[in-house]
């Protein structure tokens, strides 16, 4: 069965500094996709970044960067530079690649982060 | 281009009460998706359709049903609103239904009295 771990439920951050938030994954499938997603105040649920597993190129997107340890199964978010808009309900979330019957995209509960001034 | 819409915006019901959600996505995606958001439980998925003229239940089903009109909307019926569905729902759309990536639509805040 497909699990997202998150252990961290909030996090604060001074802004400019750097902060990473952890994410581990369980799967037995040797092909799937993760995601990192940001939930601000408004709701609205916003892609922060992307990782194949068949890539081991770590994904980059700005400020935002991942560390994908497929061995260990852990996906973590690193944010560089952190600013004030960062602040969010971050969402790990994965997804298995093979074409099942079974779709499902996993979502981990959350982690809260808070940058401050 | 306005990516997924949802409405309403928010939405309150008495038990018993039916309500359709809607959704619609203008981004040519074949494949869209319900969730439902509850306080330290992250999203759910409550129904798919991979492709316009198929739907599959998700992970939580249980008192939904769902339409998929046409390839734009995909909608979310509540036939009979139970307080347990209290809940923030999602509506996402993806160009297919596995590695690509989803984009979400601004929510429904649902209150069931």
């Known amino acids: 069965a497909q699990t997202v771990t998150q252990s961290q439920p909030e996090m604060s951050v001074q802004e400019a500094e750097t902060v990473t938030l952890s994410c581990t994954y369980d799967t037995s499938e040797n092909n799937y996709y993760l995601f990192w997603y940001k939930q601000p105040p408004s709701r609205q649920m916003i892609l922060v970044i992307r990782q194949e597993a068949y890539k081991q190129q770590n994904a980059t997107e700005n400020r935002f960067s991942v560390n994908f340890q497929k061995a260990a199964k852990s996906f973590s978010l690193k944010i560089s530079d952190s600013q004030l808009g960062d602040t969010a309900m971050y969402f790990c979330?994965?997804?298995?690649?093979?074409?099942?019957?079974?779709?499902?995209?996993?979502f981990g509960k959350g982690t809260l982060l808070t940058v401050n001034p | 281009n306005a990516g997924v819409t949802q409405t309403p915006k928010f939405q309150v019901l008495k038990t018993g009460q039916s309500m359709t959600l809607q959704c619609a996505q203008d981004m040519n995606h074949n494949s869209m998706y319900w969730y439902r958001q509850d306080p330290g439980m992250g999203l759910r998925l409550i129904y798919y359709?991979?492709?316009?003229?198929?739907?599959d239940k998700g992970e939580v089903p249980n008192g939904y049903n769902v339409s998929r009109l046409n390839k734009r909307e995909f909608s979310l019926r509540l036939e009979s609103a139970a307080p347990s569905q209290t809940s923030v729902y999602f509506c996402?759309?993806?160009?297919?239904?596995?590695?690509?990536?989803?984009?979400f639509g601004p929510g429904t805040r649902l209150l069931v009295l």
């Open positions: 979330a994965f997804i298995e690649g093979s074409g099942g019957s079974n779709y499902k995209l996993t």
């Open positions: 359709s991979a492709s316009e003229g198929t739907t």
């Open positions: 996402a759309s993806s160009s297919n239904l596995y590695q690509e990536t989803q984009y």
